[in-house]
T-cell receptor, first 113, second 117 residues
Framework: QQQVKQSPQSLIVQKGGISIINCAYENTAFDYFPWYQQFPGKGPALLIAIRPDVSEKKEGRFTISFNKSAKQFSLHIMDSQPGDSATYFCAASMKSTGNQFYFGTGTSLTVIP | GAVVSQHPSRVICKSGTSVKIECRSLDFQATTMFWYRQFPKQSLMLMATSNEGSKATYEQGVEKDKFLINHASLTLSTLTVTSAHPEDSSFYIC?????????????FGSGTRLTVV
């Protein structure tokens, strides 16, 4: 059972455009929602994370929007650059399971120059 | 920031041999480390949770006798793939989180590409 559902599977965006990746979850006990960026042959690196008491968090060109009632959260990459081309994973965790991460299925982003 | 070092980054071994992968938290202590396996173009699959000073907790379907995990100190966890077979070829990644001060997420190692020939 996929605890966190992620879409789209792949995304192609023009340089300078906005990339939007969406995730949805069912378990309301989740209390931490990070986004990770992974380049080929490398481990995931934390981009940005949010807790459910906040509806939006922005760090540079990256913004998480969180909708607690809809149980959805999304990553927005503003002014997308070719260097942003990577695979992005959303995740969710909760204290009751030792903060174990439940990952989404990943989104392959390609930013075209 | 928190740094997790994983070694080796790539390893090729013959079928039937064992391979050890190390995961170190360089600038923090980690009571818990996680080991993942990732197939090409797929998400991370949790294999086991490594707890310092106690036995690892394996996910359903993961053979504990094949994937030996040792977490001997607060900064080191090892994964040993025993009697490796070609189907064990994969990308293995560890992660660790800082203890104390509230949960702040996990830092991942750079991964180990295992090829069994």
């Amino acid at each position: 059972q996929q605890q966190v559902k992620q879409s789209p599977q792949s995304l192609i965006v023009q340089k300078g455009g906005i990339s939007i990746i969406n995730c949805a979850y069912e378990n309301t006990a989740f209390d931490y929602f990070p986004w990770y960026q992974q380049f080929p042959g490398k481990g995931p690196a934390l981009l940005i994370a949010i807790r459910p008491d906040v509806s939006e968090k922005k760090e540079g060109r990256f913004t998480i929007s969180f909708n607690k009632s809809a149980k959805q959260f999304s990553l927005h990459i503003m002014d997308s650059q070719p260097g942003d081309s990577a695979t992005y994973f959303c995740a969710a965790s909760m204290k009751s399971t030792g903060n174990q991460f439940y990952f989404g299925t990943g989104t392959s982003l390609t930013v075209i120059p | 920031g928190a740094v997790v070092s994983q070694h080796p980054s790539r390893v090729i071994c013959k079928s039937g041999t064992s391979v050890k992968i190390e995961c170190r938290s360089l600038d923090f202590q980690a009571t818990t480390m996680f080991w993942y396996r990732q197939f090409p173009k797929q998400s991370l699959m949790l294999m086991a949770t490594s707890n310092e000073g106690s036995k690892a907790t394996y996910e359903q379907g993961v053979e504990k006798d094949k994937f030996l995990i040792n977490h001997a100190s607060l900064t080191l966890s090892t994964l040993t793939v025993t009697s490796a077979h070609p189907e064990d070829s994969s990308f293995y990644i560890c992660s660790a989180g800082q203890t104390g001060g509230g949960f702040r997420g996990y830092t991942f190692g750079s991964g180990t590409r295992l090829t069994v020939v």
